[in-house]
């Protein structure tokens, strides 16, 4: 009896270490890869409606590759546009790269049915990006915070930190980090001293922007405990100090020596 037990646990542990994924639905797989590439095919379909209108204005091919090829150089080369495509192209990378990281991960990371978490949205910040991950029934931040390391792999990143919401634990928020703002040999610029120079609150020029320097620490003399300079002993070599002065009983015992 005890051996078919544990032939029974042992076929289980297999079969739960060959599944991968379930099957889902077609309709629901068409929706999710619509969800998935809606960024790459909402400007699939911005280029094409953009080329049809282009070709509908001049019959000439030439005129047609500078006026496609144009704004996309110019868009290139502007430093804002490049920064804000380039932030924006990131963000696109890491959605698609975690939910393959959650896919291949060590660590299950998928509910029973085969479902990942959704990842909602991603914006760019100031170290990197952000993706908003809503977890299903049947999984929870702890198995995301497991695969950090996979997934800052995964997005060819320095590292990955995992941010849980307050008022729910559903929605979790992980930051990729790409840079570090700290390690800058340029320092950072402080909002107070700008404002203090905007507004006219600065009794110094330059206040509040000069390096920060380390504290200048003056030793103090140190006091040797010398015997014959105690209180005691003090008192008794100025013997005539309290004298005329009334002693105070508190409780039936003297306490002058405690009040000055």
Known sequence: MAKSSRVLRRGRGDV??????????VPMQIVGVLIRWRAELFVAAVFVAYGWWIKSLTSSDVWQLVLILGPLVLLAVLPWTRRFLLARFWCVLDRHRIRTCLRNARYRTMTLDGSYPFLLW????????RIWVWTRAGSSAEEIESVLSYIASACYAREARLHPTKWVSTLVAVDVVRRDLLAKDKPIDSALAEWSELNGNSTTAGEG???????????????????NNTPARAKSKNPTADEGRAPVVVGGEDVSDYID
């Open 16 to 25: 739960m270490e060959m599944w991968q994924a379930p099957k889902q639905s």
């Open 122 to 129: 991603a914006h760019p910040t100031k170290t990197g990006e």
């Open 209 to 227: 922007t000069e390096p920060i320097s380390a504290a200048e620490v003056v030793p103090l003399p140190v006091q040797r405990n010398d015997k």
